[in-house]
């Protein structure tokens, strides 16, 4: 790993980690083996013997990890305020509100869910901030949670509320951004709450969790970004989401759930520690990097 492989964001001055994060530090020492259900083995997923291993702890509530050009992996904790680049803290970006979801577009520029802001926004390679998604019927959003960037540069993002505050909108739903940034359309709104997210590469296929009712989605994606037929993918809701580049999907429900596209559970990981979010990674992008509330954990896999 490069001593630029993992980063944080979140929300206070730049400080040395040694000398005022002394409860934040690099751990690879705690590790447990990968697991899989008893029948049917890993179907391939988890590289033989290979192992979860505990990359950092002493966060609050990581989330949503994303990888940038050069391999860096970034990943927000919503409560404390650091940017973590190997053993130095550097800062990405002070006041995030809340930050959670995270991707990169094809312009590299780091998009984010501000919780707590209402908002999804843009961070350029200088730290410029601006808004994508600020309002939908001229009211600002509940609490911005995740989001996936289809091959047009439109984004989709889940807009649940999980106790935090009062409802700016009249529900829970997932809107999606048109790739001219000049437009919000409200994509789903028959969920519960509405949660993890995520897309095929051709950008025909998007799967939504909704948590609040424990189901995962399947949609068909339309021309214009907005969605068709939806069928129930698996009967299993999700906090974070993502796909290798088989199909197979990767849901974060109590332990690290992983779904070939037909729907059937194929493998199981289990984390020490509950997981939220989850990206593929590393020098040939198979290392899956796992958020898991107070800590980083990674593991080896075949795919990516």
Same mark, same amino acid.
């Given at each position: &790993?490069?001593?630029? &492989?993992?980063?944080?964001? *979140?929300?206070?001055?730049?400080?040395?980690?040694?000398?005022?994060?002394?409860?934040?530090?690099?751990?690879? #020492?705690?590790? &447990?083996?990968?697991?899989?259900?008893?029948?049917?083995?890993?179907?391939?997923?988890?590289?033989?013997?290979?192992?979860?291993?505990?990359?950092?702890?002493?966060?609050? $509530?990581?989330?949503?990890?994303?990888?940038?050009?050069?391999?860096?992996?970034?990943?927000?904790?919503?409560?404390?305020?650091?940017?973590?680049? #190997?053993?130095?803290? #550097?800062?990405?970006?002070? %006041?995030? +509100?809340?930050?959670?979801?995270?991707? $990169?577009?094809?312009?590299?520029?780091?998009?984010?869910?501000?919780?707590?802001?209402?908002?999804?926004?843009?961070? %350029?390679?200088? +730290?410029?901030?601006? /808004?994508?998604?600020?309002?939908?019927?001229?009211?600002?959003?509940?609490?911005?949670?995740?989001?996936?960037?289809?091959?047009?540069?439109?984004?989709?993002?889940?807009?649940?509320?999980?106790?935090?505050?009062?409802?700016?909108?009249?529900?829970?739903?997932?809107?999606?951004?048109?790739?001219?940034? @000049?437009?919000?359309?409200?994509?789903? =709104? =028959? &969920?519960?709450?509405?949660?993890?997210?995520?897309?095929?590469?051709?950008?025909?296929?998007?799967?939504?969790?909704?948590?609040?009712?424990?189901?995962?989605?399947?949609?068909? /994606?339309?021309?214009?970004?907005?969605?068709?037929?939806?069928?129930?993918?698996?009967?299993?809701?999700?906090?974070?989401?993502?796909? %290798?580049?088989?199909?197979?999907?990767?849901?974060?429900?109590?332990?690290?759930?992983?779904? =070939?596209?037909?729907?059937?559970?194929?493998?199981?990981?289990?984390?020490?520690?509950?997981?939220?979010?989850?990206?593929?990674?590393?020098? %040939?992008?198979? *290392?899956?990097?796992?958020?898991?509330?107070?800590?980083?954990?990674?593991? @080896?896999?075949?795919?990516?």
């Amino acid at each position: &790993m490069n001593s630029r &492989m993992i980063a944080a964001l *979140t929300g206070l001055a730049c400080v040395a980690l040694s000398a005022a994060t002394p409860h934040v530090r690099a751990q690879s #020492s705690a590790s &447990m083996p990968a697991s899989v259900p008893p029948r049917g083995g890993a179907h391939g997923i988890v590289a033989p013997g290979a192992k979860v291993v505990q990359l950092a702890k002493g966060f609050q $509530f990581t989330e949503g990890p994303a990888v940038d050009r050069e391999g860096n992996v970034f990943f927000s904790d919503q409560n404390t305020g650091y940017v973590f680049y #190997s053993e130095e803290v #550097s800062l990405v970006r002070k %006041d995030t +509100g809340g930050a959670n979801g995270l991707a $990169f577009d094809a312009g590299g520029n780091l998009l984010a869910c501000e919780g707590a802001g209402g908002r999804i926004v843009s961070i %350029d390679a200088k +730290g410029g901030v601006t /808004v994508v998604a600020g309002a939908y019927g001229g009211k600002p959003f509940n609490r911005p949670n995740d989001l996936w960037i289809d091959p047009k540069g439109g984004v989709y993002f889940s807009d649940p509320l999980y106790g935090r505050g009062r409802r700016r909108q009249d529900g829970e739903h997932v809107y999606y951004v048109t790739p001219d940034r @000049k437009k919000v359309i409200r994509v789903v =709104d =028959d &969920m519960v709450r509405p949660n993890g997210l995520a897309g095929t590469p051709d950008g025909k296929t998007l799967y939504v969790a909704d948590a609040g009712a424990g189901k995962t989605y399947r949609y068909a /994606v339309n021309a214009d970004g907005t969605l068709g037929e939806k069928t129930l993918f698996v009967a299993k809701g999700s906090d974070g989401m993502k796909l %290798d580049h088989k199909g197979n999907v990767y849901l974060t429900a109590g332990a690290v759930l992983v779904y =070939d596209p037909a729907g059937k559970q194929i493998a199981k990981i289990d984390v020490p520690r509950r997981p939220t979010n989850l990206c593929f990674a590393g020098p %040939d992008g198979r *290392t899956l990097f796992i958020t898991a509330r107070s800590a980083i954990y990674a593991v @080896k896999t075949t795919v990516g």
